[in-house]
């Protein structure tokens, strides 16, 4: 299994690198009032791409610790449910002959 990993690890790095070798010339980009950056396209891409999984990620943080404050105050809920359920003694009748 650790190979298969391994080999397509090393095929995405050469996809990518690939990528970046196609993609080297600069691109301008423009941000608001005048300012102007030329950097290579691909930086601008991968660029795009962390900042866009990481604003992703941080969206899901909110519901994640949310389920989280809710599955201790559950649990917390079924222990005190445990603790103060009662004990019932069953009286079975003895076998008839």
């Not at 990528?19 to 102007?36: C, I, M, S, T, Y």
């Not at 396209?41 to 660029?47: D, E, G, P, R």
């Amino acid at each position: 299994m650790r190979t298969v990993i391994w080999i397509i690890r090393l095929v995405l790095f050469f996809l990518l690198f690939g990528f970046a070798v196609k993609n080297d010339h600069l691109a301008n980009l423009r941000f608001f009032f005048g300012a102007e950056w030329q950097l290579p396209l691909v930086f601008i891409i991968v660029i795009s791409f962390a900042a866009g999984a990481l604003l992703g990620v941080s969206a899901t943080f909110g519901s994640l610790f949310g389920q989280r404050r809710e599955i201790s105050r559950l649990r917390r809920q079924l222990e005190r449910a445990e603790r103060e359920k009662p004990v019932v003694v069953v009286d079975t009748p003895p076998p008839q002959p």
